[in-house]
């Protein structure tokens, strides 16, 4: 299991730029996908961005051209800088982490194969 530590929320307007990172316990270079998932009130969870040696770079289409998902591998960071803003993206947002045995380029967001999460931190974006 990876520990994983999310910062960076907070309120913005509608329009602005939040940049969120997930600080992981161990290395994650290796057989890890890492992905951010986000979570509003009275809405199932879903996958909003993933990257890794072992997972093709994807996106929600909701988040498309807006949100950038990096991973820096000497940090064992793992950052989404989130611009254009809308009162949509509020959420709560989840860093998470899963072991790929082989490169998944299909159903990479699917929550079930994620298997250590952050407690999540909380983004606001008002109108």
């Known amino acids: 299991q990876v520990q994983l530590q999310e910062s960076g929320g907070g309120s913005v307007q509608s329009g602005g730029s939040l940049r969120l990172s997930c600080a992981a316990s161990?290395?994650?270079?290796?057989?890890?996908?890492m992905a951010w998932f986000r979570q509003a009130p009275g809405k199932r969870r879903e996958g909003v961005a993933a990257i890794g040696t072992v997972c093709r770079t994807s996106y929600a289409d909701s988040v498309k051209g807006r949100f950038t998902i990096s991973h820096d591998n000497a940090e064992n960071t793992l950052d989404l800088q989130m611009d254009s803003l809308k009162p949509e993206d509020t959420a709560m947002y989840f860093c998470a982490a899963g072991w790929f045995s082989i490169y998944a380029v299909s159903d990479v967001l699917r929550e079930d194969r994620f298997t250590s999460w952050g407690q999540g931190t909380q983004v606001t974006v008002s109108s």
């Open positions: 161990r290395y994650t270079a290796n057989n890890y996908c």
